[in-house]
């Protein structure tokens, strides 16, 4: 009788042990799901704003500077991305307009200079390298409008992909594209809410960029194969650095670390360890 009475019971255990795994296992699902929607959701407002700044920007290669110059500075109070280069983009409108005001001053004052050289036929020496003068900075002028306009171009317009990095990472990318894959500059916004901004070669971070971390961190410098390589300066949250050089993503060469409280401290680092002169880490 006794066995009869305990096997129900050893049952409904089991079957509650089961319940509670299925539940817990449905709740972190549910949990990764809203991550991942989180994730997304962040993704798509930050490439909305940069398509938004990259809007403007055609509209300071189409000539209306006026017209960006003022957009931009509305997007800096309204976009929550993109505010770092926001910046630069308003003094690169606000150059391109003294550039387009200093031709247009040039085109009066040769077109002035023009008609007194029609009335007069006879102009002293130095009128002529005044006339000459000002045609050579109209010139010049005209040069680094045109400079500035295709560079412009050249760096606001590029093409979106997706793909995995070494590490297994999807990212996704705008930028400049060729063969298929993200080449020049560019940004990428990882799954994990991380983004690089910087130079590519292949779909993979080389040359100068910078690495942004959602704790905080951050890293400014030289890339090589997709990881940090060269020199470089890696920031906490907690106002330390370390400046110096990189293989591989760890410390390792010379370099110099700023703590919290002032003190710097400058040796010879290897695998992310702080060396001496005999070779032995210091703990």
Request: hydrophobic share 30%; glycine share 8%; charged share 30%.
């Amino acid at each position: 009788m006794k066995k009869r009475i305990v096997i129900p019971y050893l049952l409904l255990a089991a079957a509650t042990v089961v319940s509670l795994f299925f539940m817990f296992r449905a709740q972190g699902y549910q949990n990764q799901l809203q991550k991942k929607q989180q994730i997304n959701e962040r993704l798509t407002h930050t490439l909305s704003n940069y398509e938004e700044v990259t809007r403007i920007d055609s509209m300071l290669v189409e000539g209306n500077y006026s017209g960006a110059l003022s957009s931009y500075n509305e997007s800096l109070t309204r976009l929550d991305d993109g505010k770092e280069i926001i910046p630069l983009h308003i003094a690169i409108a606000e150059k391109m307009m003294a550039l387009k005001e200093e031709e247009r001053q040039l085109d009066t004052i040769a077109a002035i200079s023009v008609d007194s050289l029609t009335a007069s036929a006879a102009l002293s020496s130095k009128e002529l390298r005044k006339y000459d003068s000002i045609n050579f900075i109209l010139k010049k002028t005209k040069v680094q409008l045109n400079s500035m306009r295709k560079q412009l171009q050249q760096k606001s317009f590029g093409e979106y992909l997706t793909f995995k990095s070494k590490k297994g990472n999807r990212m996704h990318y705008v930028g400049r594209v060729k063969n298929g894959q993200a080449n020049g500059t560019g940004i990428a916004i990882l799954d994990s809410g991380s983004r690089y901004e910087g130079e590519w070669q292949d779909n993979q971070r080389h040359g100068q960029g910078a690495f942004y971390w959602k704790d905080g961190e951050y890293y400014v410098g030289n890339y090589a194969n997709d990881k940090r390589n060269g020199l470089g300066t890696y920031y906490w949250p907690n106002k330390e650095k370390y400046v110096g050089q990189w293989k591989d993503d760890k410390r390792n060469g010379k370099g110099t670390f700023y703590s919290k409280d002032g003190k710097e401290i400058t040796g010879v680092w290897k695998e992310d360890k702080l060396m001496d002169q005999e070779g032995k880490s210091r703990k």
